[in-house]
């Protein structure tokens, strides 16, 4: 668990960066800063492992004050990713994530060894390995970047805006690893980003922060979503709050019955009982079919869609477990959304 | 004219003129002994000012004026000063040397290390590694190729203006044009200059071609 008691930051030349700020980052969770460029979420992250001091105030990680700490050996035990990776251009990639390691003293083979480990954990193969970091994509390097930080294990993560610098698809693949890995590892981690989608994608909880250093509200998305503190916290949200909190419900709980017949449009199916595609007499009509952990924001776009209003479900191998209307999706969404106002 | 470009193949192709203790042979290996030795002391002074300033950011102006300062001394008026305060030995010819090579070594140093990202910088900072270690792991192998450069520019320097160890009577090949000149033989002066400038090109093909083979790996 990370604790901020009364932390305040003002830099040399008087500006306030972060502002009586009390906050405790949940351990084994993920604790997502958001706000505008120069709210301090940055700062906030980076006083952490001390590669900026805080004013007054104390910050302590695993019950231990930081500054207390001598501030190599505390950033050895905390993994650190930025955004464009900051990986060093002379050293081969395997080199690069045995990094923390031989400043443990490991020798070289079994650094190597973990190494090696760890670039399969975050999807690479043994031969990007060999490869110096220039000659990998943005995508690449940013997993390299992770993998360095998680190479001696450490309990912690921070990360500052990671995945700002590569493209959306590449972007939405690294956020399903991050989730993917935190399911495995169990990390507590600190990432921040200016996006609201991604906070809302791989927070357990949210602090907004405003400009000068203000923490506004600190909260689960979907209370978040569900009752933002104020309005500068619900204009930051967006204007599409509602289907934000509708990503964050599964299709689990909504009703199906079974695929309709004999109608203008019938479901066609392949020998193996797998939806292929709606057809009708003179057309076809292509279908994305739905797990119970896909969204209700993706059924409701499935179901706008479709041209019967129906989604199509399926089980984990892709067969046909019954169809759900869009007057259930609606219905199932207008509910998630009044638990989630009374919840909170 | 082709009978003076005839008469300087001959002496820079003659057996005599390669063998004996004023043989081109000899004169060369002085030459390379005074140009080495300068650019060695001149990278032990200025490397560890160009590495720390860069490393800490302070005193860089400082640094980068007094280096400017070094480069506009006039060569021989220093060999002379130092010569008329110390009296004749080598020590004249090797402070002006020094004093040529510092300010590129220096420079080029310092550039070096600001050309470093910041990232990577914040990044080996960020991972754990102390000063030393960032230093000597990250800042100076990414800064290597124009230290490099730096170093490879003042030997040039240093090896072209070696000629003036012969002004105050010692070797090199600068020996052959001063003894050229006082003897009116123009033959020697011009094989003397002619040879100056081969080995200075001859040493920055070879470095640079060195430099090409150790940093093959890296991007412009």
């Avoid at chain 1, 479901?267 to 009509?285: C, F, G, Y």
């Avoid at chain 2, 302070?58 to 506009?72: D, P, Y």
Wanted: aromatic residues 6%; proline residues 5%.
């Amino acid at each position: 668990m990370i604790q901020f008691d009364a932390v305040h930051k003002r830099f040399p030349n008087g500006t306030t960066a972060v502002h009586d700020l009390t906050l405790e980052m949940p351990e084994g969770g993920v604790t997502v800063l958001v706000g505008t460029s120069g709210c301090g979420k940055t700062t906030t992250l980076r006083m952490i492992n001390r590669m900026v001091e805080p004013t007054s105030g104390t910050i302590r990680v695993g019950g231990r004050d930081v500054t207390r700490q001598d501030a190599a050996e505390l950033r050895r035990s905390i993994g650190y990713v930025i955004q464009q990776a900051g990986l060093f251009p002379h050293r081969t990639v395997l080199d690069n994530i045995a990094t923390v390691p031989l400043l443990l003293g490991w020798n070289r083979k079994k650094a190597r060894a973990r190494a090696a480990e760890l670039l399969e954990t975050v999807g690479l193969t043994a031969d990007a390995g060999r490869r110096y970091p220039h000659q990998l994509s943005g995508g690449q390097q940013q997993r390299v970047g992770v993998a360095r930080a998680l190479a001696a294990d450490p309990p912690v993560l921070l990360m500052d805006e990671p995945f700002g610098a590569v493209d959306p698809v590449v972007r939405a693949q690294l956020q399903d690893e991050l989730l993917r890995l935190q399911q495995e590892l169990s990390k507590t981690i600190v990432f921040v980003t200016h996006d609201i989608d991604e906070a809302v994608r791989l927070g357990d909880q949210i602090a907004v922060f405003r400009t000068g250093g203000h923490l506004v509200q600190c909260a689960s998305p979907a209370e978040l979503l569900a009752r933002p503190a104020d309005d500068f916290v619900a204009d930051f949200l967006g204007a599409e709050r509602g289907l934000k909190l509708l990503s964050l419900k599964t299709l689990a709980d909504v009703p199906r019955g079974p695929a309709p017949e004999g109608g203008v449009w019938t479901l066609v199916l392949d020998e193996a009982n797998r939806p292929l595609h709606w057809a009708s007499k003179e057309t076809e009509i292509p279908l994305r079919p739905l797990k119970d952990t896909d969204s209700l924001l993706a059924a409701l776009d499935e179901s706008v869609a479709s041209p019967t209003g129906l989604i199509v479900r399926v089980d984990a191998d892709g067969v046909l477990t019954g169809v759900s209307s869009r007057d259930d999706i609606h219905e199932h969404a207008g509910r998630a959304h009044t638990q989630a106002r009374v919840a909170a | 004219m082709y009978e003076l470009f005839k008469n300087l193949a001959d002496w820079l192709t003659s057996g005599a003129s390669w063998s004996g203790s004023d043989g081109i042979a000899h004169r060369l290996a002085e030459h390379l002994q005074y140009s080495l030795l300068a650019t060695l002391i001149a990278a032990a002074i200025g490397l560890p000012i160009g590495l720390l300033i860069g490393h800490t950011g302070k005193g860089a102006f400082v640094a980068i004026n007094l280096s400017s300062f070094g480069r506009a001394l006039p060569t021989v008026g220093l060999v002379v000063l130092v010569f008329l305060a110390g009296g004749l030995s080598m020590l004249p010819v090797y402070v002006a040397l020094v004093a040529l090579a510092v300010p590129a070594i220096v420079t080029n140093t310092y550039a070096g290390m600001t050309a470093v990202d910041p990232d990577v910088r914040d990044a080996a900072r960020g991972q754990g590694m102390r000063g030393h270690q960032v230093l000597f792991q990250v800042e100076l192998p990414l800064a290597l190729p124009l230290i490099m450069t730096g170093l490879r520019l003042a030997l040039i320097q240093v090896v072209a203006t070696a000629t003036i160890a012969a002004y105050v009577s010692f070797g090199g090949l600068g020996r052959y044009v001063f003894d050229g000149l006082a003897q009116r033989d123009l033959v020697q002066v011009l094989g003397g200059a002619v040879l100056v400038a081969v080995v200075a090109i001859a040493l920055d093909l070879l470095l640079s071609g060195l430099q090409r083979l150790l940093f093959r790996h890296r991007t412009a």
